[in-house]
């Protein structure tokens, strides 16, 4: 068996991609020796051993909105939630964590949330299903019955969905949305593997997208950016959204890309 398959099947790792990050951090031994590859084989009898710390939630995705959950002071205690881009099901395993009494996990994909979540009771597992398929998900979700909502999209801009999603939410409901400039930003402004690296296209898309939430009456409460990057090394920012929230700040947009920077690849 492959190192990244053995680390998911002895319970060490979430997934294989999980896996794989794991192991390309130096973070794995096998029989006393760091494992270089996930492609490294795994006997039964081998030692495997994982020296990083295990993750809280199923999915590297839980941290990032376990920050704004911690930033904006959210109480998710007895809420009904939905999880749009669920994924794995970071977002829906730090809600339940939380407190959330109840979570749509909604994704496109298929066979990709954890089975510890897939087998909840306070999970709805929604996959194969598109948020903007209206009469799919109004047969499961009813209007105005959600007291909070996590998006977490790749591939497409948030932009594209957002309006969808409102029908479903209470008129004073909270948002997080995760703020990817890879899917916000236009082609042009991708640079190889597709990492936006400049700046100024990282707050632009950060001020569009201010605009557009309020345009549609959610109040930025607060902006940050992801304690960690994304996938490819991507910066990704955390926008804190309440329905019907009247905000006059100038965020200082300009400070958080800054800041983003210095955190994250000067850790790097």
């Given at each position: 068996?492959?190192?990244?398959a053995?680390?998911?099947?002895?319970?060490?790792?979430?997934n294989?991609?999980?896996?794989?990050?794991?192991?390309?951090?130096?973070?794995?031994?096998?029989?006393?020796?760091?494992?270089?590859?996930?492609?490294v084989?795994?006997?039964?009898d081998?030692?495997?051993?994982?020296?990083?710390?295990?993750?809280?939630?199923?999915?590297?995705?839980?941290?990032?909105?376990?920050?704004?959950?911690?930033l904006?002071?959210?109480d998710?205690?007895?809420?009904?939630a939905?999880?749009?881009?669920?994924?794995?099901?970071?977002?829906?395993?730090?809600?339940?964590?939380?407190g959330?009494?109840?979570?749509y996990?909604?994704?496109?994909?298929?066979?990709?949330?954890h089975?510890k979540?897939?087998?909840?009771?306070?999970?709805?597992?929604?996959?194969?299903?598109?948020?903007?398929?209206?009469?799919?998900?109004?047969g499961?979700?009813?209007?105005?019955?959600i007291?909070?909502?996590?998006?977490?999209?790749?591939?497409?801009?948030v932009?594209k969905?957002?309006?969808?999603?409102?029908?479903?939410?209470?008129k004073?409901?909270?948002?997080?949305?995760?703020?990817?400039?890879?899917?916000e930003?236009?082609?042009?402004?991708?640079?190889?593997?597709?990492?936006?690296?400049?700046?100024?296209?990282?707050?632009?898309?950060?001020?569009?997208?201010?605009?557009f939430?309020?345009?549609?009456?959610?109040?930025?409460?607060?902006?940050?950016?992801?304690?960690?990057?994304?996938?490819?090394?991507?910066?990704?920012?955390?926008?804190?959204?309440?329905?019907?929230?009247?905000?006059?700040?100038?965020?200082?947009?300009?400070?958080?890309?800054?800041?983003?920077?210095?955190?994250?690849?000067c850790?790097?």
């Amino acid at each position: 068996m492959r190192a990244d398959a053995a680390l998911v099947a002895r319970g060490l790792a979430a997934n294989r991609e999980a896996a794989k990050r794991i192991i390309l951090a130096g973070e794995v031994l096998l029989n006393r020796e760091v494992v270089k590859k996930p492609s490294v084989l795994v006997k039964p009898d081998d030692t495997l051993v994982c020296k990083a710390e295990p993750l809280r939630y199923v999915g590297r995705g839980g941290l990032k909105l376990e920050k704004a959950l911690k930033l904006g002071g959210y109480d998710l205690t007895g809420l009904r939630a939905v999880d749009i881009g669920a994924s794995t099901g970071g977002f829906t395993d730090c809600m339940l964590q939380h407190g959330a009494a109840f979570v749509y996990a909604v994704d496109v994909g298929h066979g990709q949330l954890h089975q510890k979540l897939a087998g909840d009771f306070r999970v709805l597992n929604m996959e194969g299903t598109d948020i903007r398929d209206t009469g799919l998900v109004s047969g499961a979700i009813a209007p105005e019955s959600i007291d909070f909502c996590a998006i977490d999209v790749s591939f497409i801009s948030v932009t594209k969905l957002f309006d969808f999603v409102i029908p479903y939410l209470k008129k004073e409901a909270d948002a997080v949305c995760l703020i990817k400039p890879q899917f916000e930003a236009g082609r042009g402004a991708v640079g190889k593997r597709g990492v936006v690296r400049d700046k100024a296209v990282h707050i632009k898309v950060i001020e569009d997208l201010i605009a557009f939430f309020r345009e549609r009456d959610f109040g930025v409460v607060d902006i940050t950016y992801s304690p960690i990057t994304g996938g490819q090394g991507n910066i990704e920012y955390l926008a804190l959204l309440r329905r019907g929230f009247k905000d006059n700040r100038n965020f200082d947009i300009p400070s958080v890309v800054e800041e983003a920077a210095w955190s994250l690849l000067c850790k790097d």
